[in-house]
T-cell receptor
Framework: DVKVTQSSRYLVKRTGEKVFLECVQDMDHENMFWYRQDPGLGLRLIYFSYDVKMKEKGDIPEGYSVSREKKERFSLILESASTNQTSMYLC?????????????FGPGTRLTVL | RKEVEQDPGPFNVPEGATVAFNCTYSNSASQSFFWYRQDCRKEPKLLMSVYSSGNEDGRFTAQLNRASQYISLLIRDSKLSDSATYLCVVNWNNYGQNFVFGPGTRLSVLP
């Protein structure tokens, strides 16, 4: 089974703090993604990466950055956390081998910014 | 216009009922289609892929109509454990990169 793990299930931070969310997958997938999920808005793509050191902006990249130094690890960084970044953050991975496979998600990190 | 739209729900149905969810997508170049299930406060998990010829997995049947850009999910003999949010997902890229999620439809199966 594909396993995607995230560093924390719950996180509480203060406004202005720098926040790191880590994601690791063990299936040698090329693609990795960061989403946030909010009630009524569904899943929204923040950033994705299709290879080591490569990144692409998603639909809502403002206020976030990412890092992919190793194939299995994709980090999401909130440079200066704000209260409107309180959300559920979901990491996902997928193989780059045609269109028949899909994404596999980690358990999510529920971030609260006070 | 949203790229993937779903019935707003919620759907409240009794055990044993048959329930159908609909989904429409706007990008005619979409390549692959999926239904995900998401339990409360959990991550989305793949329920089933949707193939052009339609496919069935036990009590679940998925249909795709490319001409109408429409996907459906039918659940027969609903169980309490089917209560969840069902997400329609469309991918229009051959490299597994462009997944677009619908907002989801919430299902509650009542005893």
């Amino acid at each position: 089974d594909v396993k995607v793990t995230q560093s924390s299930r719950y996180l509480v931070k203060r406004t202005g703090e720098k926040v790191f969310l880590e994601c690791v997958q063990d299936m040698d997938h090329e693609n990795m993604f960061w989403y946030r999920q909010d009630p009524g808005l569904g899943l929204r793509l923040i950033y994705f990466s299709y290879d080591v050191k490569m990144k692409e902006k998603g639909d809502i990249p403002e206020g976030y950055s990412v890092s992919r130094e190793k194939k299995e690890r994709f980090s999401l960084i909130l440079e200066s956390a704000s209260t409107n970044q309180t959300s559920m953050y979901l990491c996902a991975s997928s193989p780059r081998q045609g269109n028949t496979d899909t994404q596999y998600f980690g358990p999510g990190t529920r971030l609260t910014v006070l | 216009r949203k790229e993937v739209e779903q019935d707003p729900g919620p759907f409240n149905v009794p055990e044993g009922a048959t329930v159908a969810f609909n989904c429409t997508y706007s990008n005619s170049a979409s390549q692959s289609f999926f239904w995900y299930r998401q339990d409360c406060r959990k991550e989305p998990k793949l329920l089933m892929s949707v193939y052009s010829s339609g496919n069935e997995d036990g009590r679940f049947t998925a249909q795709l109509n490319r001409a109408s850009q429409y996907i459906s999910l039918l659940i027969r003999d609903s169980k309490l454990s089917d209560s969840a949010t069902y997400l329609c997902v469309v991918n229009w890229n051959n490299y597994g990169q462009n997944f677009v999620f619908g907002p989801g439809t919430r299902l509650s199966v009542l005893p």
